[in-house]
Structure formats: structure tokens, C-alpha cells
């Protein structure tokens, strides 16, 4: 009985009215996209009203990362904590929050500790984080698969040219094809996998460049193609203008995403790149009709004209005049 009398009397003698009262946040989070992190702490019943009768104390796994001395105006800072601050004026209306750099910022439970005169109190409030991804996973998957399609496509309209027209092909124009062709898939490929996985950083932003500015190429391939394979028409240009269109798209929304953590032009980017990629279909669907309509019709301008012997003299050197 004794004993718990003397605890109680002791606990009111103690605390009673000398204690400082927390508003209670239990945890904070802070992604990829917080430039700077703060760490809440609200004191209710701050009676002081001058700054120098304040003390704040930071606290991180029992090490003190920050002090502010309200009677010095001196404030102390961790090791690793150079950019933790606090706002010293809004210490009367009993704001204590904990402000650094995201650089600086490690999860763990945070104690602010707050003494006004006599009166003193302290609450811990937990740092976490979470991972967000920088596009949201359905333009993920379209940002990757549109260009890919288009890779694809263009294949298929190389394979077109190669099979169909062999003999209007001379070596050099294959092999520029196939290396400009090779050079892309290889770059979209490397794009892809720096870009998908994860959250905003340099490496993603790289990544989403290296999808998106080299579909320049697929717009020369389809020209060649088309100059190799069926010459120019009203429909082709149309093509081109298309592709050109959707490359234009697709580089303004890369320019507009690429410095926002949370791209809200996504769409942008996304419609620029299915553009692109229908303009490789429409391509590879004109150019298949055109082959299959030669057999019967005429063939393409060059083709027969040109005299295989001629083409033996020289070497393989053909001059397109
Ligand atoms: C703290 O809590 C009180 C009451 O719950 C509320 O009125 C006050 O606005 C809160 N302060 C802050 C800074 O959120
Ligand atoms: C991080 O940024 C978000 C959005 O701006 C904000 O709501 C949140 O409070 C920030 N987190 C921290 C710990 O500062
Ligand atoms: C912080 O404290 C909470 C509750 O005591 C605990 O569940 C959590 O694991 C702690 N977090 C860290 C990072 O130590």
C-alpha cells in the first residue's frame, strides 16, 4: 500500500504540471522525391515567451544529431547530420520539427526532447521510407513496349527489302541497314533495363533517354527502306511525317519527364512512342502489299533496269543517278 502511495506522490510532484505535452505522430515518411526531409515535433502548452528559456534536443539510437541552446542561440550538430535545422522563431508556438537534407536522412526512431524552464518532455517519432517507382507500372510497361514494337517492325521491314529485293540491294546499303538496325536494338535494350526497375534517379532518367532519343534512327531506316524498296509516294511521306510526328512527341515528353520525380506527362511521352510505333506498322503493311502487288505489276523504277554485268564491273560500286 505504502509504496504505491509514494510512487503516485512522487509521479504528480514530478510531472504533474511540469510536464510538456506532445501532439503524437507516430511516424513520418519520405520517399525518393522529398528534396528535404522534416521530422514533425509540436509541443501543446509552450508558456515561455522568450526564445532563451527554450532547449531542443534531437536524438537518433540514443546519440544527440542536433541542439539548439535557446539562452546562447547556439545550435550543435551530429556527425552526420551538418544540414539539420530547426526554425528557432517558431519555438514559442511550440513547433520543434527537424528539418535536413534527404542526402542526410536515415530511418529510425527520432526523439525530440523539449525543455522550457522547469518543464520538459520528449516523444519519438519514427523515419521511414518508401520506395515509389518514377512512372506508375502500366506506362512503365508501354514506355518499354512501344519502342521494342518498333524495333521489331523494322526488322520486318528490312526482311522485306532483303528478301524481295535482292538484286536492287547493293552490299553497302544492307550492311548500313543492318548496323543502323543493330545499333538501335541494342541501345533500346540497354535503355530498358536501366529504366524499369524502380525510382526516380540518374540511372532511370538515362535509361528512359536511351528508349526514347535514338528512335530517331528507326525514321532514317524507314526511309531507306522505303527509297530501297518502294520509292516514294504520297503514302510513304504521309508515313514519314507521322513518325516524325510521334518522335517529336515522345521527345518533348521525355524533356518534360525527365525532371519530374512524379511525371504527370507520361501520356505525353507515351502517345509519342505508339505514334512512332504505328508508323513502323503502317510502314511494314504498306511495304508487304507493295512487294506482293510486283510480282503481278510493274517492278520498282530501278531493279530491272540496272544491268547486273554493270553492276559486276564495277565491283559492287553502284552509282545511284
Ligand atoms: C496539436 O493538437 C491540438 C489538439 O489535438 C490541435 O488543436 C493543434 O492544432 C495541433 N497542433 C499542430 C501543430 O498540429
Ligand atoms: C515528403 O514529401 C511529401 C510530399 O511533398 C510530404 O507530404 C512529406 O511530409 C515529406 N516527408 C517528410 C518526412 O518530410
Ligand atoms: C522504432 O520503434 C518502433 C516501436 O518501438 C519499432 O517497431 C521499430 O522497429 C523501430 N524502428 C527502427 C528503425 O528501429
Redesign the pocket.
Known amino acids: 500500500m505504502w509504496p504505491l502511495v509514494v510512487v503516485l506522490l512522487l509521479r504528480s510532484a514530478c510531472c504533474g504540471s511540469a510536464q510538456l505535452i506532445f501532439n503524437i505522430t507516430k511516424s513520418v515518411e519520405y520517399t525518393a522525391c522529398n528534396e528535404s526531409v522534416i521530422i514533425p515535433c509540436f509541443v501543446n502548452n509552450v508558456e515561455a515567451t522568450n526564445i532563451n528559456e527554450m532547449y531542443v534536443k534531437w536524438k537518433l539510437?540514443g546519440k544527440d544529431i542536433f541542439t539548439f541552446n535557446g539562452a546562447l542561440q547556439k545550435t550543435t550538430h551530429g556527425d552526420n547530420f551538418k544540414s539539420t535545422k530547426i526554425i528557432p522563431q517558431k519555438l514559442l508556438t511550440g513547433i520543434a520539427s527537424l528539418e535536413m537534407d534527404k542526402a542526410e536522412a536515415v530511418?529510425?526512431?527520432y526523439t525530440c526532447e523539449v525543455t522550457e524552464l522547469s518543464r520538459e518532455g520528449e516523444t519519438?517519432i519514427?523515419?521511414?521510407y518508401r520506395i515509389v517507382s518514377w512512372f506508375s507500372p502500366n506506362e512503365n510497361i508501354l514506355i518499354v513496349i512501344f519502342p521494342i514494337l518498333a524495333v521489331l517492325l523494322s526488322w520486318g521491314q528490312f526482311g522485306i527489302v532483303t528478301i524481295k529485293y535482292k538484286a536492287n540491294l547493293v552490299k553497302e546499303k544492307t550492311i548500313l541497314l543492318l548496323v543502323g538496325g543493330l545499333l538501335l536494338t541494342i541501345v533500346v535494350i540497354v535503355g530498358a533495363i536501366l529504366f524499369v526497375p524502380g525510382e526516380y534517379s540518374t540511372k532511370n532518367s538515362c535509361g528512359l533517354g536511351l528508349i526514347v532519343i535514338p528512335t530517331v534512327i528507326l525514321i532514317l531506316l524507314q526511309y531507306c527502306v522505303f527509297i530501297i524498296g518502294v520509292w516514294m509516294s504520297p503514302f510513304t511521306i504521309a508515313i514519314l511525317i507521322l513518325q516524325v510526328l510521334g518522335y517529336v512527341l515522345s521527345v518533348v515528353g521525355l524533356s518534360l519527364c525527365v525532371s519530374e520525380c512524379t511525371p504527370v506527362h507520361g501520356p505525353l511521352l507515351i502517345s509519342g512512342l505508339g505514334i512512332t510505333a504505328l508508323a513502323e506498322l503502317l510502314g511494314l503493311v504498306y511495304m508487304k502489299l507493295v512487294a506482293s502487288n510486283q510480282k503481278t505489276i510493274q517492278p520498282p523504277r530501278k531493279a530491272v533496269e540496272e544491268p547486273l554485268n554493270a553492276f559486276k564491273e564495277s565491283k559492287g560500286m553502284m552509282n545511284d543517278e
Open positions: 539510437k530511418v529510425g526512431n519519438i519514427e523515419l521511414k
